[in-house]
C-alpha cells in the first residue's frame, strides 16, 4: 500500500490529463440517449481513456518495482523486493558480477514483457493526454 501511495501524485496527474481530453460533448450525447451516469462512464469515457489507464497503471507498476528507499528500510530478509535483494550480491571482497548481471536481467524481465505486451495501449495511452 505504500509504494500505491508513492505513485498517487503521477497516477492523478497523468489519468486528469486523460480525463480533460474527452469532450463534454459525448456526455451530453449519452444523457440525450438516455444513459444514467454512470452508465455514460462505463459505456462512453472508460473505453475511450482504457490506453490512458493501461500507461498510468505500467508506469506505476515500473515505479513501484524500482522503489528501493523505502524497501530497504521497512522489508525483512525473509520478505526482500528485487532491489533489495540485488544489493545482496556486492560483499567486502567486491562485486559478483556475473550473479549481479543475471539477477539485473531477471528483474528487468517481467517490466519489459509487461511493457512490449502493453505496448500499443502504452504509446496511444501516452501520447492521446500530450494533444491538445
Not at 56 to 83: G, R, S
Request: aromatic share 12%.
Amino acid at each position: 500500500m505504500l509504494y500505491t501511495a508513492m505513485n498517487l501524485p503521477i497516477a492523478v496527474w497523468m489519468m486528469r490529463s486523460f480525463f480533460l481530453e474527452v469532450p463534454g460533448e459525448l456526455l451530453e450525447a449519452a444523457s440525450l440517449d438516455g444513459a444514467s451516469t454512470w452508465r455514460a462512464v462505463r459505456e462512453v469515457i472508460l473505453p475511450l481513456v482504457s490506453p490512458g489507464i493501461a500507461a498510468t497503471a505500467l508506469i506505476c507498476v515500473v515505479f513501484a518495482w524500482n522503489e528501493f528507499f523505502f524497501a530497504v528500510n521497512l522489508t525483512a530478509v525473509q520478505a526482500q523486493t528485487m532491489p533489495v535483494f540485488m544489493v545482496g550480491f556486492i560483499a567486502g571482497q567486491g562485486l559478483y558480477w556475473a550473479k549481479l548481471c543475471a539477477a539485473a536481467t531477471m528483474a528487468a524481465l517481467p517490466v519489459v514483457l509487461a511493457g512490449w505486451i502493453a505496448q500499443n495501449k502504452l504509446v496511444r495511452g501516452l501520447s492521446f493526454g500530450a494533444i491538445k
